[in-house]
């Protein structure tokens, strides 16, 4: 097997940064690090793709990059989807086996979730998962593989993710006109979780909240299972406008400012710590103090996680977190968003950090890099599959070959 037989890609489109992360499969399955392409992202306005030109230009150089340092060309890729107004709902749909009980093969499994999956979607909603919850066997609940039970009636829970199928097709334009082929869309909070949560929280119930520039992408896992997903159109952009806007100065200055000395909550503000602030025009620069720096912060993370304890709420889900949440994403760094999480939230809070990934710089093990290191393992899965049916294929062609 060559290099390119065994590379696995995936493509983080955010809407600060645009990276590619190539790994290859080792013989022990595991995957090792080859390369991270970075590009500022272009063309992306509140998450979403404005300009495609741009898009698939900063998706390119990306690309590029890493295939200086991978040697082969990059042509498959699993694509993060975030934002785009996602929204998850659960269904449930099943089949009647038949009227004497029997052994329940893959096939009716297959045929209960294509039954559950069938839900009527808006034209302007695409589908991007579903995703088994558990099965009912004969109206007994909890089953995780049914295969085998005996029983008249086999049903299905799934959450099914949509998200608007313009910014999804304009998402997989943008990688084609990259000259990438999308082996797969993955929701990216679902990616996320995918490299920081482990399977006792998704038991106990956890939230995982990723905090990106654009907005904050959110999933719910229960019983090991997941129970929810959404998207609250707030991240790290929000918290940087309100510094510029609040203490009058350039974006790029409110940047370095929130994340050289912001903090989330008013606890955490130095009593006698002050800030130099550089002013919008030739006005001399400003000092002011840390904690009106935390009077512009603390609201706006407030309100964040306040809408994500609403969405918790409406579905029922906000008692029953047991791991607490975990946050990802660049904006998770922002000093004091765990105790600020802890208090609105009302339950334990912890920034994820992703594995370390054999042969990667420790630049990677930051809460940024958690969603695109998730898509790396749903990407060595999607090689897996295609490796599988590539080797049934030949044993097709060889098995007919030697008939003839
Ligand atoms: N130390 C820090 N303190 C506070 N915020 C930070 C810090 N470092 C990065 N951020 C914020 O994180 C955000 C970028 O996060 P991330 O890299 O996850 O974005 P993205 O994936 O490109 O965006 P999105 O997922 O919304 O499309 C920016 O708003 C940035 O200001
Ligand atoms: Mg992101």
């Known amino acids: ?14 809407s600060l940064k645009t990276c590619a992360l190539a790994a290859e499969e080792t013989e022990g399955g595991t995957l090792k690090y080859l390369a991270l392409g970075r590009a500022e992202a272009k063309g992306w306005r509140k998450g979403l793709i404005v300009n495609l030109e741009a898009a698939a230009g900063a998706i390119r150089k990306a690309v590029d990059e890493a295939e200086q340092v991978v040697g ?29 009980h029997r052994e329940i093969q893959r096939e009716d499994v297959r045929k209960a979730l294509e039954v559950a999956r069938t839900v009527h979607l808006p034209a302007e909603c695409a589908l991007v998962h579903v995703i ?8 007994q609940d909890g089953i995780l593989d049914p295969v085998g039970m005996v029983c008249g009636r086999l049903e299905a829970n799934v959450h099914i993710v949509t998200a608007a199928a313009a910014a999804m097709n304009n998402l997989v334009a943008a990688a084609n006109r990259a000259g990438l082929i999308v082996a797969e869309t993955v929701l990216e909070p679902l990616a996320a979780a995918e490299a920081v949560l482990n399977s006792d929280q998704r038991a106990l119930g956890v939230v ?6 654009g907005s904050t992408d959110v999933v719910c896992f229960r019983h090991g299972a997941l129970q929810h997903s959404f998207t609250v159109p707030i991240g790290g952009e929000h918290f940087t406008n309100d510094i510029a806007v609040g203490l009058r100065t350039p974006i790029p200055e409110a940047e370095k400012i929130k994340r050289s000395f912001g903090v989330a909550t008013q606890l955490l503000a130095g009593e006698n710590t002050s800030i130099e602030v550089p002013s919008v025009g030739d006005r001399p620069s400003r000092l002011v103090p840390q904690r009106a720096l935390a009077d512009i912060l603390e609201p706006r993370a407030q309100e964040v996680l306040g809408r994500v304890l609403d969405e918790l709420r409406r579905a029922g889900l906000d008692r029953q977190m047991g791991a607490g949440v975990v946050f990802t994403g660049g904006a998770a760094k922002l000093v004091g968003l765990c105790d600020i999480a802890e208090e609105v939230m009302d339950m334990p809070a912890q920034i994820g950090l992703p594995e370390k990934l054999e042969g990667a710089p420790d630049s990677l093990r930051h809460p940024a890099y958690a ?15 295609r490796a599988e049916s590539a080797g049934m294929m030949t044993r097709l062609r060889a098995f007919f070959a030697g008939k003839n």
Do not use: C, H, W
């Open 371 to 385: 969603a695109l290191i998730g898509l790396l393992y749903f990407a060595q899965r999607v090689e897996q599959r």
């Open 208 to 213: 995982l909240v990723d905090m990106g520039a």
């Open 132 to 139: 088994p919850q558990e099965y009912l066997v004969d109206s």
């Open 72 to 100: 082969v060309p990059i042509e498959r890729v699993v694509v993060g989807l975030g934002a785009s107004q996602v929204r998850g709902l659960n269904s449930r749909g099943g089949i009647t086996i038949s009227s004497r």
């Open 1 to 14: 097997m060559n290099r390119k037989d065994k590379l696995v890609v995936a493509l983080d489109a955010g």
